[in-house]
């Protein structure tokens, strides 16, 4: 397989970081970001912090009023998110990165996955320099901090970003990749959530390289084929996922808010299928296919996540949409500690059954 050179691009903690640009006088403070639910004064949870107030403890998804006890004693400075403001200054950088990158792939508010593997011609000092030279130019025109990472795909990149943060650069090169990721510990695995992490704990499994080294087979067996192949190839550094151009930005989603806060497979998946089945019919209606499948979850503290798929073929199935989001589902409740209130599921990355059909034909013609 060809070698690449894939950069991720997370910016620093990244409402807050907004906030002090707002308000440079909140720099020397601890900043806490918060999603305030309204049911009463201090009832929400953290959105983000920054660097000061994470040193008392406070960070993403802990109560508000825990982040106040946690900070009670200091200047800290409480403030709402502000999408908006944060989603213009997202577009000015992520245009600016979208420029350094052969291929470019927006992930969330705050991240970008760039194939620069023509721009560097795969030379990992090439990258380098062309990261440093990023991150001066979004600090110069946007006064905001970034942290990278470099790797031969999109896995190690990630792991990279977070190995050195705020303001840090990490590149990995393909023969170094083992010897990084085999000490960490087997949750920095994206995919490892706390319950997988603890089953691992009881098969021996700590670090990425005891994953690595445990038998691919025994996985399978007691993580099921999808996760226990993704563990064993993902611990050895091994990821072949494209960094993907988002053709056209439409999507077709819908939300539903279940019947109590829970955790119960069964009872989410009832609601997504429902959805599936709206949106299914939406997408008939425009004639479309689709690739990427999502799901929304607001959870019990009014915190959003997110997981999505990329399907190796673009499909206008029912049937290809629910099982994916059932995938999508499962995996996010085994990593997920905390109640769903709210379920969604989203469909993008459209192509016309028109141009489909084309391609099927020339596939035909050609072969
Ligand atoms: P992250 O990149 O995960 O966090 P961060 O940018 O605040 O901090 P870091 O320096 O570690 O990269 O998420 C980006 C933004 O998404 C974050 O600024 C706020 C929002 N967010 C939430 O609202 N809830 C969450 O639970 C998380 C993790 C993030
Ligand atoms: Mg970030």
Known sequence: MKVRTILLADLDYFFAQCEELRDPTLKSKPVVVCVYSGRSEDSGAVSTANYIARKYGVKSGI????????????DAVFLPVDHTFYEEISDKIMQILRGYADLFEQVGIDEAYLDITEKTQGNFEEARELAQK???EVKNKQRITCSIGIGPNKLVAKIAADNQKPDGLTAIKPEEVKSFLFPLPVNRLIGVGRRNAEKMETLGIKTIGDLAKYDAQ????????RLGVYFHEAANGEDDSPVQESGETESISKISTLKENTLDFGLILEKANNLCEGIHRELSQRRLYFKQVGIIAVMADMSIRSRSETLTKATNELQA???TV?????????????EVRRIGVKISHFTKEHDEQKRLTSFFETN
């Open 326 to 338: 059932n995938g999508l589902i499962e995996k996010f409740l085994s990593e997920s500690n905390q």
């Open 63 to 74: 109560p508000i009023f825990l982040a106040k006890k946690k900070l009670q004693d200091t």
């Open 134 to 136: 990023l991150k001066e």
């Open 218 to 225: 025994r996985l399978v067996e007691v993580f099921g084929k």
């Open 321 to 323: 949409l629910k099982k």
